[in-house]
C-alpha cells in the first residue's frame, strides 16, 4: 500500500508546484520518494518471479526523477505531479515494452507495453503482428489478461492504413497504433489498501505474453 502522507505530499505539490514550496517541503518528499521506493522494490520483486528478463534490474533504475525537463514545453512547472516508474529490461529506459505504475491522485493506473515507439522499432512491432496476429490476438483474448485490461489504448492511431499494408489486413487496426499499451485505473482508495501490491503483480504477470510478443518483435 501507499502511505497517505504520499498521496498529501502530491496533492499538495499540484497546489503550489514551484521550486520555493518544494524546498521548503523536501523533508515530505523525501518521506514520499522513500515509500514509492518501498512499494517499487516489492513490485519489481514480484515481476521477477514470472519474468527472468528483469532479473539484474534493480528498483532505484526503475523510478523517474520527479523534475521536469521543461525546455521544450509550453508547461513550465518545475515539477511533475506524480510518482511513476518503468520496470523494463532497460529499467525506466523506453527503447523495449514493460511494465508501468503511475501514482498520481484520481489519476492513478497500472499499464504497460511499448509507447511511441521510433519508425525502425514501430515497423519490427508491425511486421510481428502481420505475421502472428492470431497469436497477439489470443493474448489479448486471454481471460487473465481481460480481467485487468479493456484493451489497446487507440487515442493514438493512423485514420488510414500504414503504408506496405492493406485495409483488408486482419490485424489492421492494431497496425494503424502509434502506441501498444494497456492500461488499468487504480483509485485513490485502491492505493490505500493492503492488497495493492498483490493486485499490481497479479496485473503485472496477466500483461507478461503481451510484454514478451513486443520485445520478441524489437528483437528480431
Known amino acids: 500500500m501507499i502511505q497517505h502522507s504520499t498521496i498529501q505530499f502530491l496533492k499538495a505539490l499540484k497546489k503550489h508546484n514551484n521550486r520555493e514550496w518544494f524546498l521548503e517541503n523536501k523533508p515530505k518528499y523525501e518521506l514520499a520518494k522513500a515509500d514509492y521506493l ?50 523494463s529490461k532497460g529499467g525506466k529506459k523506453i527503447d523495449s515494452a514493460g511494465y508501468y505504475f503511475h501514482l498520481e491522485p484520481g489519476a492513478s493506473f497500472i499499464g504497460g507495453g511499448l509507447w511511441m515507439p521510433m519508425a525502425p522499432e514501430l ?15 489470443a493474448i489479448l483474448n486471454n481471460k487473465k489478461f481481460k480481467a485487468h485490461f479493456e484493451g489497446l489504448d487507440s487515442s493514438e492511431k493512423l485514420v488510414r ?26 483509485s485513490d482508495a485502491e492505493l490505500l489498501d493492503k492488497q495493492l501490491i498483490k493486485k499490481t503483480i497479479s496485473a503485472f504477470e496477466s500483461m507478461a505474453p503481451f510484454i514478451h510478443f513486443l520485445n520478441r518483435a524489437l528483437d528480431n
Open 123 to 137: 515497423k519490427k512491432v508491425r511486421q510481428e503482428l502481420d505475421y502472428c496476429y492470431k497469436e497477439f490476438k
Open 38 to 87: 518501498l512499494f517499487v522494490e516489492k513490485v519489481l520483486n514480484g515481476i521477477q518471479a514470472f519474468d527472468t528478463s528483469l532479473s539484474h534490474i534493480e528498483p532505484k533504475k526503475c523510478v523517474f526523477r520527479i523534475n521536469r525537463d521543461v525546455r521544450f514545453s509550453k508547461n513550465k512547472d518545475p515539477y511533475k505531479t506524480n510518482l511513476g516508474a518503468s520496470f
Open 161 to 186: 492504413a500504414p503504408k506496405d499494408y492493406e485495409i483488408d489486413n486482419p490485424a489492421i487496426e492494431c497496425l494503424k497504433l502509434k502506441s501498444f499499451v494497456v492500461m488499468m485505473p487504480i
